[in-house]
């Protein structure tokens, strides 16, 4: 069936390194792809997203990478600071339904 | 411009109790739908709407139902809470039923005991 999976479900980085933070989908349909942000207490917050027919895009501070031939999705985010920490949740679109399909989510911790 | 509210914030129900949680936005946004979310795991799609009155089941649907009767509301009515219900809930909302960015609220947590 379908599935979205972080790899990791806590990561926890120095402040002003770089983040990885990857996931891993199973349906080859899926055309779209979303990186959410949840901070705690609160509804998840659109970062990136990214198309099938695409490899990498780039957001401020923010890098999603795309390899459909292993069905694999990152979200790098250069400098963390603080206030990054929270929970982030990749989401795939399988085949142009409008729904969304969420992974489990990785806890980004950053250390001061 | 308020985005996407939703009441209450917190609940406590006993099993057998009927609720509803209240969702609303006022984006004009076509497209609602719900999501519960548990701990170690993602956002589960519960029911959804792609206009004033659609709507559409996802992949959690037991145990709860939807009217969408405006463009602005979208309700999630428990009939007969039961412990598995517990849980955070989430409303969203986007302009097109295949513009895929989602806007969601802060979250209704129930607790069912």
């Known amino acids: 069936g379908e599935s979205v999976g972080l790899h990791l479900p806590t990561l926890s980085v120095q402040e002003g390194d770089n983040s990885i933070i990857n996931c891993a989908y199973s349906?080859?349909?899926?055309?779209?792809f979303i990186w959410y942000k949840q901070e705690s207490g609160k509804g998840p917050q659109f970062i990136i997203d990214i198309r099938s027919n695409m490899d990498k895009r780039q957001g401020q501070r923010v890098t999603v990478l795309l390899n459909k031939t292993v069905k694999h999705l990152s979200l790098q985010i250069a400098a963390t600071q603080p206030g990054d920490s929270a929970v982030y949740f990749c989401?795939?679109?399988?085949?142009?339904?409008?729904?969304?399909?969420f992974g489990q989510g990785t806890t980004l911790q950053v250390k001061p | 411009n308020a985005g996407v509210t939703q009441t209450p914030k917190f609940q406590v129900l006993k099993t057998g109790q009927s609720m509803t949680l209240q969702c609303a936005q006022d984006?004009?946004?076509?497209?609602m739908s719900w999501y519960r979310q548990d701990p170690g795991m993602g956002l589960r799609l519960i029911h959804y709407s792609v206009g004033a009155g659609i709507t559409d089941q996802g992949e959690v649907p037991n145990g709860y139902n939807v009217s969408r009767s405006t463009t602005e509301d979208f309700p999630l009515r428990l009939l007969s809470a039961a412990p598995s219900q517990t849980s955070v809930y989430f409303c969203?909302?986007?302009?097109?039923?295949?513009?895929?960015?989602?806007?969601f609220g802060p979250g209704t947590r129930l607790t069912v005991t």
């Open positions: 984006m004009n946004h076509e497209y």
């Open positions: 349906n080859s349909a899926s055309d779209y």
């Open positions: 989401a795939e679109n399988p085949g142009n339904t409008g729904k969304l399909i």
């Open positions: 969203a909302s986007k302009e097109l039923a295949y513009s895929y960015e989602q806007y």
